[in-house]
């Protein structure tokens, strides 16, 4: 893997979202370039290059800028962790993406989350969320109820008017592994089936084989923005790292292309998580 890092390109996915959210939000507001200008003494040129995506900018800067156009609270906290992640290197501790991605799955038309060993975190329920924090990923007790909230807020994007295609590709061991017990498990499967019916979400589930394939090297999600290209994201258990070298983002591509060819269909793939749950029969 080849991460191409934030310093080696004038624009990345992320800084151009950021500056569509900025552009969007002064225009709503009502404000020219000029107007804006004038009450923050940010320079329109400056104002431009911050609306089309263009490093460097500061974080100041971009909080000024949310304040003056009237963002609320909830958005406005999330734009500035983007802000933030964006003139950073790629990689980040893992306390802080939930409200980065909160904004690029917002703007994302496809999202594609191979998960080798968990079920998808769009897809979880609260116990079974907060069992894999405490179970897996070892969280601090303090930290569990509220990195739960922040996942399931998460998922309110796949219930907006139009959510973006969901494509969620899961192992069979990922169905068998009781995390939070049998109740939750089976609560789990049970709200994994209801999912698959909505019409903009499709599980896939990778049955044991019996040979390898390119899913064993670990799970990503790869996410794809309208008139843009796409990037990847890996996760571990204390940082976070995004891939948005092209050529990089085309690997993975040529995952996904493999881990549907050897994963069950639609229906195969429901019926395998009913006959793991004990609803069929």
């Given at each position: 893997?080849?991460?191409?890092?934030?310093?080696?390109?004038?624009?990345?996915?992320?800084?151009?979202?950021?500056?569509?959210?900025?552009?969007?939000?002064?225009?709503?507001?009502?404000?020219?370039?000029?107007?804006?200008?004038?009450?923050?003494?940010?320079?329109?040129?400056?104002?431009?290059?911050?609306?089309?995506?263009?490093?460097?900018?500061?974080?100041?800067?971009?909080?000024?800028?949310?304040?003056?156009?009237?963002?609320?609270?909830?958005?406005?906290?999330?734009?500035?962790?983007?802000?933030?992640?964006?003139?950073?290197?790629?990689a980040?501790?893992?306390?802080?993406?939930?409200?980065?991605?909160?904004?690029?799955?917002?703007?994302?038309?496809?999202?594609?989350?191979?998960?080798?060993?968990?079920?998808?975190?769009?897809?979880q329920?609260?116990?079974?969320?907060?069992?894999?924090?405490?179970?897996?990923?070892?969280?601090?007790?303090?930290?569990?109820?509220?990195?739960t909230?922040?996942?399931?807020?998460?998922?309110?994007?796949?219930?907006?008017?139009?959510?973006?295609?969901?494509?969620?590709?899961?192992?069979?061991?990922?169905?068998?592994?009781?995390?939070?017990?049998?109740?939750?498990?089976?609560?789990?499967?049970?709200?994994?089936?209801?999912?698959?019916?909505?019409?903009?979400?499709?599980?896939?589930?990778?049955?044991?084989l019996?040979?390898g394939?390119?899913?064993?090297?670990?799970?990503?999600?790869?996410?794809?923005?309208?008139?843009?290209?796409?990037?990847?994201?890996l996760?571990?258990?204390?940082?976070?790292?995004?891939?948005?070298?092209?050529?990089?983002?085309?690997?993975?591509?040529?995952?996904?292309?493999?881990?549907?060819?050897?994963?069950?269909?639609?229906?195969?793939?429901?019926?395998?998580?009913?006959?793991?749950?004990?609803?069929?029969?």
């Amino acid at each position: 893997m080849r991460p191409v890092t934030l310093h080696a390109a004038e624009t990345t996915v992320r800084l151009e979202l950021l500056g569509e959210e900025l552009r969007r939000h002064r225009e709503t507001a009502g404000m020219s370039l000029a107007e804006v200008t004038a009450k923050t003494g940010i320079s329109t040129s400056k104002l431009s290059r911050l609306e089309n995506g263009r490093r460097p900018h500061k974080l100041d800067d971009v909080e000024a800028l949310l304040a003056i156009y009237g963002v609320g609270e909830s958005r406005r906290d999330d734009l500035v962790a983007l802000a933030r992640d964006a003139t950073e290197p790629t990689a980040w501790p893992e306390q802080r993406p939930s409200a980065t991605l909160r904004v690029l799955e917002s703007k994302a038309d496809m999202l594609v989350d191979y998960q080798a060993t968990l079920v998808p975190a769009l897809l979880q329920t609260v116990p079974y969320a907060q069992a894999v924090l405490r179970e897996v990923d070892m969280a601090e007790e303090p930290s569990v109820e509220d990195r739960t909230a922040d996942r399931i807020r998460r998922q309110a994007v796949l219930r907006r008017p139009r959510p973006p295609r969901y494509y969620a590709i899961l192992t069979e061991a990922a169905l068998r592994t009781p995390v939070g017990g049998h109740d939750v498990m089976r609560g789990q499967l049970r709200y994994l089936m209801e999912a698959g019916e909505k019409p903009d979400v499709t599980i896939r589930v990778v049955p044991r084989l019996g040979h390898g394939h390119p899913g064993l090297r670990g799970s990503f999600r790869r996410m794809q923005f309208p008139n843009r290209g796409a990037l990847v994201l890996l996760e571990n258990r204390t940082s976070s790292l995004f891939v948005e070298d092209s050529v990089e983002v085309k690997r993975y591509d040529q995952v996904v292309v493999e881990l549907l060819s050897v994963a069950l269909d639609e229906a195969a793939s429901a019926r395998l998580i009913a006959e793991v749950g004990g609803f069929s029969g």
